[in-house]
Nanobody, 122 residues
Framework: QVQLVESGGGLVQAGGSLRLSCAAS????????MAWFRQAPGKEREFVAA????????SYADSVKGRFTISRDNAKNTLYLQMGSLKPEDTAVYYC???????????????WGQGTQVTVSS
């Protein structure tokens, strides 16, 4: 069972930056497609970004395109989300997860981590 632990969230002013990390256990990380999702209070969980196992393929939600960058370090079993030009509407709990394919509506594999809270003040 792969376990995912997100970190790096916090409180930041609008226009600021944060880098989220997702540490994955298990031996399959380098072969897994991965994604970030987020869930704001009172809203459904939504797709943010995805990356293929070899990092060549990525996909982003329109709302974050040009501001967020997804990356990974397979040697460290870690997934990243670099977030810039943050807006109050980016406030949410951010989750990483394994996915079947790289798309804006990927199928989820396994369970979610506990998430990390990102709060952007105006």
């Amino acid at each position: 069972q792969v376990q995912l632990v997100e970190s790096g969230g916090g409180l930041v002013q609008a226009g600021g930056s944060l880098r989220l990390s997702c540490a994955a256990s298990g031996r399959t990380f380098s072969r897994d497609n991965m994604a970030w999702f987020r869930q704001a209070p009172g809203k459904e969980r939504e797709f943010v970004a995805a990356i293929g196992s070899t990092t060549i393929t990525t996909s982003y939600a329109d709302s974050v395109k040009g501001r967020f960058t997804i990356s990974r370090d397979n040697a460290k079993n870690t997934l990243y989300l670099q977030m810039g030009s943050l807006k109050p509407e980016d406030t949410a709990v951010y989750y990483c997860v394994r996915v079947v394919q790289i798309s804006s509506t990927p199928l989820i594999i396994g369970s979610w981590g506990q998430g990390t809270q990102v709060t952007v003040s105006s």
